[in-house]
């Protein structure tokens, strides 16, 4: 047989369709007694992530990268020439800036830092190479003048002058509940508009992810922001393209690498549909910052991974400039080692990993994009009600109820590890020692809160350490070792997330060999640790024992339907999906810790 010249791979093979790949899953689910449904995961947003996607998925045309509506990106050599390594600085240390600046950083993000100290901070860095990014929160005006002082004073010229003065009344009330100071925004507009190139105020959709807001409710939220200030500017004397063009967002980026991937996209999409209907489409200057409200204080490592995946999604999203967070930043101030990774984070995956090697590497996959289409209706959609609401400022109070709403959700899959946290609710290091840095700088008050996703557990780890005596549970392992390891290593794990001393019995063959072992714990509390043989056998009178050797609590590690022939002797059940922190504080109650 002549050959074809074609080159068709797997071509002896048929073709499989949808229907048969089911029929397969569906067959492995049954064996289980699970249903299709527990692969399909529901985001805070209500959007079903499906375990496949296939080209039935497909969305409208995302167009072409620097083009309207810019989901591809916002320049046309899309993300191949890098993006910008912004650091964060929150002390006024030149040496600081200097060695970030000779190390890979190309962007300097000055926060919180007394205007006074501009000059000194800046004195050695040759500001027409290295944009500079101020923020002076509720004090933007003295902040954004001091800069702009600074520019007017160097050799520079005004058209090389890159970088954002830093004005966002509304970030300021939603961060302090104090009434957006638009004035203020029009006193720093005039001196700024004569530096071309720089931009005059942040969009920071910082608040309200750090509120614990969802996805869409941060890209709604900052798409209702960034409307009030093209009104506002247009007021002024701007048209819409001069406005738009001072405009700077701010975005979290998570460990959720492809919702980041999608947000990034999706604000450029949802931006380019406001500025269009304004009668000017334009692209969306994306500042990406890794997540304050995934950081831990607890075992703070592997917080490197956690920013690493939000730098790779925003990468990928297609983000302008990117800040990682160094890995203590929720202890306090960053020392040199921190920073240093933080930025050689962005380093590797920019220079080792060429991340920036391809144009919208995402493109094309048909779950991103779907991905993508489904997060910017759901944002679009919470945009127009806030718009409905008056826009903001005055819908602030919509937006912080609804937000409260996602927060609690949040909080409850956090308090049941369903939303688990490497680290602090799962797979804690008990024997950890703490990471010690000087304070931060208090950070505003008084409008949304400022949550992080570990904050109710490290609360109890504070507690715990700073009890007079560790609070112990005694896990009282019935059998074998291989009878009890699974459900032991499991109570261990959960317990210990509280900052929980677990000793355990151990292998074991009579209810004597638990009370003696128990007995020299020294605990008060027992958690039965076995198979659902060794339960029959031995649970009900080890409790039993147990309570006759002063045992004031006995839980099981297991369901209910587990223990159901001596339900009455177990006071509390742990298990995948138990409400993991409400069985912590009843411990902490029980044993009488302080909190």
């Not at 720093?188 to 614990?212: I, N, T, W």
């Not at 925003?314 to 930043?329: E, I, N, Q, R, S």
């Not at 090697?357 to 997060?375: F, K, N, Q």
């Not at 317990?495 to 003696?516: L, M, S, W």
């Amino acid at each position: 047989m002549e050959p074809s010249g074609e080159l068709a791979l797997a071509a002896e093979f048929p073709t499989p369709d949808r229907e048969q790949w089911l029929e397969l899953v569906r067959g492995v689910l049954r064996k289980s007694g699970a249903d299709f449904g527990s692969l399909i995961t529901t985001t805070y947003d209500g959007i079903d992530v499906q375990p496949l996607y296939t080209s039935a998925d497909q969305v409208p045309d995302a167009g072409f990268p620097g083009l309207a509506p810019f989901t591809r990106g916002g320049r046309p050599q899309g993300a191949v020439e890098g993006w910008d390594v912004r650091q964060q600085h929150r002390v006024a240390d030149r040496n600081a800036v200097m060695a970030d600046l000779e190390n890979g950083v190309t962007s300097l993000w000055l926060k919180g830092l007394d205007p006074t100290t501009y000059d000194d901070v800046l004195a050695d860095v040759y500001l027409d190479l290295a944009p500079v990014v101020v923020d002076g929160g509720a004090d933007f005006l003295e902040a954004g003048r001091a800069m702009l002082r600074v520019w007017d004073r160097r050799p520079v010229l005004a058209s090389e002058v890159r970088g954002n003065v830093g004005a966002d009344p509304l970030g300021v009330q939603a961060r302090t509940g104090q009434p957006a100071d638009f004035k203020a925004l029009t006193e720093l507009l005039g001196k700024a508009r004569e530096f071309p190139e720089l931009r005059v105020v942040v969009v920071d959709g910082l608040p309200f992810h750090e509120a614990g807001g969802s996805d869409a409710q941060e890209l709604g939220a900052s798409l209702a922001a960034g409307v009030a200030y093209l009104r506002h500017l247009t007021e002024a004397g701007l048209s819409v393209a001069e406005a738009a063009r001072l405009l700077e967002f701010r975005y979290a980026a998570t460990a959720d690498q492809f919702l980041t991937i999608a947000k990034f996209r999706a604000a450029r999409r949802l931006w380019a549909r406001v500025t269009e209907v304004a009668g000017a489409p334009s692209a969306q200057l994306q500042h990406a910052v890794t997540s304050p409200a995934m950081m831990t204080r607890r075992d703070p490592w592997v917080n490197m991974l956690r920013t690493t995946l939000a730098c790779f999604g925003a990468g990928l999203g297609g983000a302008d400039a990117v800040t990682v967070l160094p890995f203590d930043a929720a202890i306090g101030l960053s020392d040199d080692f921190s920073r240093r990774i933080a930025r050689n984070t962005q380093s590797l995956l920019l220079e080792e990993s060429k991340l920036a090697g391809v144009i919208d590497p995402a493109g094309g996959s048909w779950y991103v994009e779907r991905l993508t289409d489904d997060l910017a209706h759901a944002a679009w959609a919470w945009f127009r009600e806030i718009e409905a609401a008056g826009g903001l400022p005055k819908a602030f109070d919509l937006v912080a109820d609804r937000i409260a709403v996602t927060w609690e959700n949040r909080r409850a899959n956090l308090a049941d590890r369903s939303d688990a946290i490497t680290g602090v609710s799962e797979f804690p290091n008990p024997g950890e020692q703490p990471v010690v840095r000087q304070p931060a700088p208090e950070e505003p008050s008084g409008g949304l809160p400022r949550i992080r996703y570990a904050q109710d557990y490290e609360a109890l780890r504070d507690a715990a350490d700073a009890s007079p005596e560790r609070p112990k549970v005694f896990l009282a392992t019935l059998g074998p070792v291989a009878a009890h390891t699974a459900r032991a290593t499991f109570a261990a794990n959960l317990f210990q997330a509280g900052g929980i001393e677990t000793p355990n019995a151990g292998p074991t063959k009579t209810v004597e060999d638990v009370v003696e072992r128990f007995r020299e714990s020294g605990a008060r509390i027992a958690c039965l640790c076995g198979s659902e043989t060794s339960y029959a056998e031995l649970a009900a009178p080890v409790a039993e024992a147990l309570r006759a050797a002063g045992a004031e609590r006995i839980l099981l590690a297991g369901k209910k339907s587990s223990a159901s022939p001596f339900g009455q002797d177990i006071d509390e059940y742990v298990f995948t999906g138990c409400p993991a922190l409400e069985v912590l504080e009843h411990t902490f109650e029980a044993l009488g810790v302080q909190r």
